[in-house]
């Protein structure tokens, strides 16, 4: 999308806000300077929190940015952003997240235009959680799989204002917000229903009762071992037999806090055959051995 392509979309005239059904809150700039140095809202705090229904001709330029990080949630409709000398289109399910500082302009698409909620962010812990949820100036747009559940979150922060502007509800609001970001950053990292790391982490919840082999598991979900292993280190931190030896372990830490089985029942259970290796194996992961943990609250 280059500028030509901007002005025929949004006719080279772009309104700030003023949309028919818009809800909009700042938080008095006194409250925010006072909110910034209490614990909680200084690790993160809500300054702006707004919604426009289908707003056409909207539009902002920031040729300096802004001390807040921008989060905008495309509900419908769609929009652009120039930021870091590239353009960006903004479809719905699609959050825009515009850091702290960038220069940038973004608007509404003529034809289709956008619902928004948005809100700005500032704190010690915000750029942490940018990073976290993967976006940058250069891939400033990261899509939203719980867009309902966001929405939600924002509407509860804007209501939770509307309200009033005491310390309290601005940890609320801080709160929802940081579940805003994370919630975002997560579903980044999670499987979708049906993809390759979602088929694969169900199948081994199935076989917790006996080995996998990482070949024959990323053949059985169409993707190479080496392309499988690497969806698992960016879910799991580890790999494919890490998860499910884990998933495995957990299962052993079940039938050890609910039933009776003895430790060789328990070992048989989840894939184990000889009771001392899969007791190795619950000491690596646990600090103890399968007894004393059973024994542990007795």
């Given amino acids: 999308m280059d500028d030509s392509t901007i002005l025929q979309q949004t006719g080279g005239v772009l309104i700030p806000e003023g949309f028919s059904n818009q809800r909009l809150f700042i938080v008095p700039r006194p409250a925010a300077h006072e909110a910034l140095k209490r614990p909680v809202t200084r690790r ?7 919604y426009y229904p289908e707003a056409r001709d909207h539009g902002i330029k920031r040729p300096r940015g802004t001390p807040e990080t921008v989060v905008i949630l ?3 409709g769609a929009g652009w952003v120039r930021i870091g000398g ?8 699609n959050a825009l997240v515009i850091p702290a500082g960038a220069p940038h302009s973004y608007g509404t698409d003529a034809a289709h235009p956008w619902t928004i909620w948005w809100c700005h962010l500032t704190g010690t812990d915000v750029a942490e959680l940018v990073e976290f949820m993967e976006v940058s100036v250069d891939r400033p747009i990261v899509p939203v799989r719980s867009i309902e559940r966001a929405v939600a979150l924002l509407d509860e922060i804007m209501s939770g204002l ?5 310390p309290a509800r601005l940890v609320a609001a801080s709160g929802a917000a940081w579940k805003l970001l994370t ?4 579903d980044r990292v999670l499987p979708a229903t049906g993809d390759p790391l979602q088929r694969a982490m169900a199948f081994l ?11 024959e598991l990323a053949a ?10 690497a969806l698992f280190r960016r879910a799991t931190g580890g790999g494919v037999l890490a998860h499910h030896t884990a998933l495995r372990m957990a299962r052993a830490r079940q039938l050890l806090d609910g039933t009776d089985a003895l430790v060789g029942e328990v070992a048989r259970e989840v894939g184990y055959d000889d009771a001392f290796y899969f007791s190795r194996h619950f000491r690596r992961h646990h600090g ?3 007894s004393d943990y059973r024994a542990r609250d007795a």
């Fill in 220 to 229: 059985l979900v169409g993707v190479s071992p080496s392309h499988l292993s």
């Fill in 162 to 166: 509307e309200r009033d502007q005491s």
């Fill in 183 to 186: 919630q975002i950053g997560v």
């Fill in 86 to 93: 590239a353009v960006h289109r903004v479809t719905a399910r």
């Fill in 288 to 290: 103890m051995s399968p």
């Fill in 205 to 215: 919840a199935d076989r917790l009762d006996g080995t996998v082999k990482v070949p």
């Fill in 74 to 76: 495309c509900t419908a």
């Fill in 44 to 50: 993160l705090l809500v300054t702006d929190v707004g």
